[in-house]
């Protein structure tokens, strides 16, 4: 059982201040029945809840595709950096969410921010390769060597061998996209210098199922939609 303010505010579209007024003025039905109060418990899973004869979309965790500018850390706080969290409104921002993987400051793209844990998990799990897409743009034309290269995978400066990765060189070789199956401390741009070349650009597009919502200006955000969090394994 879950606070109806609790529930709604998680939502992202109210503060829990603002689900006080929307139950006073009784905007709020609760199984067609008016809230009797903020704190009123329910079962998520079970009760309907309207707002203003609209079903509020209640779920349990918060699921937040966020499209990261660079310069900005992807972590939930920094004592003098700005981190993804200072990116987000005030509700969202007490849910407890947290970046699921990591960008490097100076890359962008796709990040998911939630509070479920055992989504993260499973997402981050090594064992379960979720594929990652990349944008790229690099110093030097990449070729079909560089791509054979990654396809049999390549092995870092420190020794560190690599799972196979697709490259998909663009254009004139200059852009590509890379697909990784695993998560290694800046792999990408390791993979990329052991080839002689450097990454000027970095760009996550995609995560699993999920994929960046080009609408999103650098730096805006939005919940998921109930078909995004269910195809990537999340609870709606
Ligand atoms: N690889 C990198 O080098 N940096 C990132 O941010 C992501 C993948």
Known sequence: MERLDKLLSSTGRW?????????????????????????????????????????????????????????????????????????????????????????????????????????????????RHVDKVYYIRVDRPLGEEDREAFARGVTLADGTACLPAGLEPLGDGSEALVTLHEGKFHQIKRMIASRGAAVCQLKRLSMGTLVLDERLERGKYRLLTGEEVLKIGGKP
């Open 15 to 127: 503060s829990r201040r603002e689900v006080k007024q929307l139950v006073r003025e009784g905007r709020v039905l609760v199984d067609g029945v008016p809230a009797a109060g903020a704190e009123q418990k329910l079962d998520p899973g079970i009760s309907r809840v309207l707002v203003d004869g609209t079903e509020a979309v209640i779920r349990k965790y918060t699921y937040v595709m966020l499209n990261k500018p660079a310069g900005v850390l992807s972590a939930t706080e920094d004592s003098r950096q700005e981190t993804v969290l200072d990116l987000l409104s005030p509700e969202l921002r007490r849910q407890g969410l947290f970046p699921v993987g990591r960008l490097d400051k100076d890359s962008e793209g796709l990040l998911l921010l939630t509070n479920d844990g055992d989504l993260a998990h499973r997402l981050l799990s090594p064992r």
